[in-house]
C-alpha cells in the first residue's frame, strides 16, 4: 500500500472542483494541494490573511513576512490578497469557502466533530477551526480511519465538539464516507480492504451503499 | 503636531502590574518583538494578554509567558508553546497561568466590536459545543447563534511595517493579523514598526490603520524568523 496520507490527500483532492476557494488544515489536509488534478484551479484560502497562498517557499527564499497557518513560509499566487483576521473570519463565517479540509480525533454519524481537545491531557486550542467546519459549505474530515486500531468514527463523539452536525464527507485510507440524515453511508472502499474490515474499523453502523465503488 | 515618537521602553513605561494587553500577529508573525522586548525588561506582572496564540518560546507573547509576566492568556491556540501547558498545570500559585479559548473569528470580531462601540455580534461558532456555556443563544430566522461580547485592553502592542509621524501604518505580508482591530480596541495603543517615514509618503491608498488611533510610534522593528 502506498503512504496512507498520500492515498487520503490524493481522493480529497478530487472532491475539489475547479475554481473552489478552499481551506486545507495543518497536516494531512495541506498535503492536498500536492493532488490538484490538472485543469483544475483552485483558490487557497490561509486563515492567517491569504486568499490566494501558493506553494512553500523554496529554503533562501522566504519572505518572512509571509506565513501559512502552520507558520511555514509560503508564498501567493499571482492576483492574491491579504487580510486582516476579522476579514478573513467574515469571508469564513459568511459562506465564501467552498470546501474546508481538516483532520479530527472524533467524528460521528450525525455529523458532529471533535478535534481540538482532549480534556486533562492536551488543550491546544481550537484556532480557526470551530469558525471553519460552521462555514464552509462543504467539510471534508481528512484522517485515517483508525487511532492505531482504536474507532474514531461513532454513533456519539466521546470527546468534546468542534461543531454539531457539520460534517459532508469522511475520506480515509479505507474508504469514502458521506454523512446524511440516515447516518454516515459508505460510497467508496479502498481495494486493500473489504466492506467487512471497514465495518470493523468503524464504532457505528455503516449504510452500505447500492453504488459502492472502488477508492481509487 | 503632538510629538508620538519614542524609544519601546518610554512607550511600555506606563503599563502596570495587572493591566490587560492586546498584541498583534498569528505564531509570532505580525508581533512587535521590540516592544515586547521592551516590556520584559519592565517585568511588570500578572498581565492579562489577548493575542491570536502563545507564539512561542522566545517569539512574540512566549517572551511574556515565559518571564512569568502573564496571568491570564485569552487566545484561540497555544498548543505550539509547550511552556503554557506547563504553566496552566503547575502548582505554584505565582506562576499559574489561567488560558481562555475563544475560537478565532470570534476572537477578532470581539476585537473588532470592542473598537467599533458594538455591544457584541451574535455568531453560529461554537453553538451546541462547550464554548457556548454560560452564553445566551439567541435565534434569529430559525438559526441559533451564540451572543458574544465585545473585548477591549487597556494597550494595544501592534506590529507596523511603514509607518508615518502621525501614525498611519501598513503591514507586510501576514503580518497583519489582528493588528489592525487591536489599534481600535485599547485606550493606548503602540505601534513598532520596521520604517518610520515622514507624513504624506504613504499613499492614503495603502494606510490600513489611520494615525488617529496610535498614540506612540517606536521605530526599529525588524523582519524575524520565527
Known sequence: MADIKEIIAARVAKELQDGDVVNLGIGLPTMVANFIPEGVDIILQSENGIMGMGPAAEKGKEDVDVINAGAQYVTVNPGAMYFDSATSFGIIRGGHVDATVLGALEVDCHGNVASWIVPGKMVPGMGGAMDLVVGAKKVIIAMQHTQKGAHKIFDECRLPYTAVGVVDMIITEMGVMEVTKEGIVLTEVHPDFTVEQVQAATGTKLIISPDLKEMI | ?226
Open chain 2, 1 to 226: 503636531m503632538k510629538n508620538k515618537i519614542m524609544t519601546a521602553d518610554e512607550a511600555v513605561a506606563r503599563i502596570k502590574e495587572g493591566d490587560s494587553i492586546m498584541v498583534g500577529g498569528f505564531m509570532a508573525c505580525g508581533s512587535p518583538e521590540i516592544l515586547l522586548d521592551a516590556l520584559v525588561r519592565r517585568n511588570v506582572k500578572h498581565l492579562t494578554v489577548i493575542c491570536n496564540d502563545a507564539g512561542v518560546p522566545g517569539r512574540g507573547v512566549g517572551k511574556l509567558i515565559t518571564n512569568g509576566q502573564v496571568k491570564t492568556l485569552i487566545a484561540s491556540h497555544v498548543g505550539l508553546n509547550p511552556e503554557v501547558a506547563k504553566r496552566m498545570n503547575t502548582d505554584v500559585e505565582e506562576d499559574k497561568l489561567e488560558c481562555i479559548l475563544v475560537p478565532q473569528g470570534t476572537l477578532a470580531e470581539r476585537v473588532r466590536a470592542g473598537g467599533a462601540g458594538l455591544g457584541g455580534f451574535l455568531t453560529p461558532t461554537g453553538v451546541g459545543t462547550i464554548v457556548a456555556e454560560n452564553k445566551q443563544v439567541i435565534n434569529v430566522d430559525g438559526k441559533d447563534y451564540l451572543l458574544e461580547r465585545p473585548l477591549r485592553a487597556d494597550h494595544a502592542l501592534l506590529r507596523g511595517t511603514v509607518t508615518d509621524k502621525f501614525g498611519n501604518t501598513t503591514y507586510n505580508g501576514t503580518t497583519r493579523t489582528f493588528n489592525p482591530m487591536m489599534a481600535t480596541a485599547a485606550d493606548y495603543v503602540i505601534v513598532g514598526t520596521c520604517e518610520v517615514v515622514e507624513i504624506g509618503q504613504i499613499d492614503p491608498n495603502n494606510v490600513v490603520t489611520s494615525g488617529i488611533f496610535i498614540d506612540a510610534i517606536v521605530g526599529g522593528e525588524e523582519q524575524w524568523q520565527i
